[in-house]
């Protein structure tokens, strides 16, 4: 158990619509990561969070936001769902401190989002 | 895009056997990582190798890095059914800030 928890476990939607996924970092950590890996491929790297402010972004349109609140959790929400957006969503918590964002990444289960 | 290229991209072998995965990658990094991931679930941290460190052990695992040849190995001794899954790297690049690269994967099958 890696203490990062994400739901739903599964999700569909229809092209268009709009998503929000939900991921409770482990205690402590203060960086949560997003990633978005499709079948048979590796994650990649949507955005990172420190503090409640962005911290980096992959090359992902504007219509994937975040947000990371006080308590440890996060949400990534897509807007205009296109049937590419189906995957295996990932977030992964790790610090605390600036200096440990990349050294250890403690992964949810992920939310795998399928696009009708 | 995807910096690390994993070879090979599937590995069967049986149960005892050692498993070797390699990585590549392009640009200058922090540190290497491998991470495994059962059946498209959560990936879990195995191991990191710092860019100026050259080998590490851990149990069963043990991780090279190569610099100047920009590329890594990951060797699973004595492996077990249990150690089936997919197997990545994932760069810390120097001036990625906030990001780690993945690869694309081995997919490891280890039969009993």
């Known amino acids: 158990e890696t203490g990062v928890t994400q739901s739903p476990t599964h999700l569909i939607k229809t092209r268009g619509q709009q998503v929000t996924l939900r991921c409770s970092s482990q205690s402590g950590h203060n960086t949560v990561s997003w990633y978005q890996q499709a079948l048979g491929q590796g994650p990649q790297f949507i955005f990172q969070y420190y503090r409640e402010e962005e911290n980096g972004r992959g090359n992902f349109p504007p219509r994937f936001s975040g947000l990371q609140f006080p308590n440890y959790s996060s949400e990534l929400n897509v807007n205009a769902l296109e049937l590419d957006d189906s995957a295996l969503y990932l977030c992964?918590?790790?610090?605390?401190?600036?200096?440990?964002?990349?050294?250890?990444?403690?992964f949810g289960s992920g939310t795998q989002l399928s696009v009708l | 895009s995807q910096q690390g290229e994993e070879d090979p991209q599937a590995l069967s072998i049986q149960e005892g056997e050692n498993a070797t995965m390699n990585c590549s990658y392009k640009?200058?990094?922090?540190?290497l990582q491998w991470y495994r991931q059962n059946s498209g679930r959560g990936l879990v941290h195995l191991i990191l190798i710092r860019s100026n460190e050259r080998e590490k052990h851990s149990g069963r695992l043990r991780v090279t890095l190569d610099t100047s040849k920009k590329s890594s190995s990951l060797l699973i001794t004595a492996s077990r059914a249990a150690d089936t899954a997919s197997y990545f790297c994932a760069t810390d690049e120097e001036t990625s800030g906030s990001r780690l690269t993945f690869g694309e994967g081995t997919q490891l099958t280890v039969n009993p």
């Open positions: 992964a918590s790790s610090g605390p401190g600036p200096q440990a964002t990349n050294e250890k990444l403690f």
């Open positions: 640009t200058s990094i922090n540190n």
